[in-house]
C-alpha cells in the first residue's frame, strides 16, 4: 500500500518494524491490515511524531480528529466507526508502548 510501505521502513526504527510485522501477521482481511499501517504512516507524518511517542493517548486523539474532519475510510457506511481499531489492536498484543515505559 502507497505511503505506508515507503513512510515505514525508511524510518529505520526496530519497534515500528516489528509493528509492521505483527500487522502482516494479524489475522485480519488485508484491507484492515493496509488500514492499520496507513493509519499509523499518517498519526506520525501529521502529529510529527515517532513510534515511541505514538501512545494510547496520540492515536485516541488522532483517530477523533480524523473522524470529525472526515479523512478515514473508516467512515465509508460507518459513520461511528473510529479509524485505528485494527492498529490499536496489534499495539496492545505487543505490549507496553515505549511512552509508558519512559512515563513510568
Partial sequence: MGYPSMFLPAQGDPRLDEFVAAVNRHEVSQVHRDHALFDV??????HGLT???????????????????GLT????????????????????????????????
Fill in 41 to 46: 504512516a499518517f498519526a506520525l507524518t501529521c
Fill in 73 to 104: 475510510t473508516a467512515n465509508i457506511g460507518d459513520p461511528g466507526r473510529h479509524q485505528g481499531q485494527v492498529a490499536w489492536q496489534v499495539l496492545h498484543q505487543m505490549g507496553p508502548s515505549l511512552t509508558a515505559v519512559r512515563r513510568g
Fill in 51 to 69: 513510534f515511541a511517542d505514538l501512545g494510547p493517548e496520540a492515536l485516541l486523539y488522532h483517530s477523533q480528529e480524523c473522524r470529525r474532519l
